[in-house]
């Protein structure tokens, strides 16, 4: 059964990069779509975006200047960068598996990481 | 981009009733629309995917319907266990896979 675990700083002062880990157990992270998505009671649910088994990547236009998405498959894990936060990007992060094909839905979640912009 | 809206916002029910709630886009998508249930302090869980297709595990009181632009997640004989936030996503377009605001079902 795959599970997925997010890892990274609970607070990131205003202007710096926000970095984050999933790690991902029971499977291989060689197969399958992976995203980022991010929730606040501002903005719902908002998807940040994805990197594909191939590791090609494709980002919310909103924020794909600020955005990237990497894989690491020697320890099955893909990460997130965010650069120049403010307060608008504190929010509950989740990582999630998509599909063998871009448009699947998300079917297996990390439990969720809350990141705070804050000095 | 494609807007997806909800209806209702909150709904407030009883164990044993059937409900519906609807989300509409804002141009077609097709059948890629699939739904989450979130409990509170829990990431979303895949509930059903393409519109109609459960996933495993997911009681058969649970169903969806619709194409297009409008469709409906219809929950029959509530339990307890289903009182959450229901979203919605489409996946027609990507990277912003976009979701509803959610519904809050309430007892």
């Known amino acids: ?119 | 981009d494609i807007q997806m809206t909800q209806s209702p916002s909150s709904l407030s029910a009883s164990v044993g009733d059937r409900v519906a709630i609807t989300c509409r886009a804002s141009q077609s998508i097709s059948t890629h629309l699939h739904w989450y249930q979130q409990s509170p302090g829990k990431a979303p869980k895949l509930l059903i995917q393409s519109v109609s297709n459960l996933q495993r595990g997911v009681p058969s009181r649970f169903s969806g319907s619709g194409s297009g632009t409008e469709f409906t997640l219809t929950i029959s004989d509530l339990q307890p266990e289903d009182f959450a936030t229901y979203y919605c996503q489409q996946s027609y377009t990507t990277p912003m896979h976009s979701f509803g605001q959610g519904t809050k079902l309430e007892i």
């Not at chain 1, 090609?56 to 099955?76: E, F, G």
Request: proline share 3%; aromatic share 10%.
């Open chain 1, 1 to 119: 059964q795959v599970q997925l675990q997010e890892s990274g700083p609970g607070l990131v002062k205003p202007s710096e990069t926000l970095s984050l880990t999933c790690t991902v157990s029971g499977g291989s992270i060689s197969v399958h779509y992976w995203s980022w998505i991010r929730q606040s009671p501002e903005k719902g649910l908002e998807s940040i975006g994805f990197i594909s088994y191939s590791g090609s990547t494709n980002y919310n236009p909103s924020l794909k200047s600020r955005v990237t998405i990497s894989v690491d498959k020697s320890k099955n894990q893909f990460s997130l960068k965010l650069t120049s936060v403010t307060a608008a990007d504190t929010a509950v992060y989740y990582c999630a598996r998509g599909g063998l094909v871009v448009d699947d839905a998300f079917d297996v979640w990390g439990q969720g990481t809350m990141v705070t912009v804050s000095s």
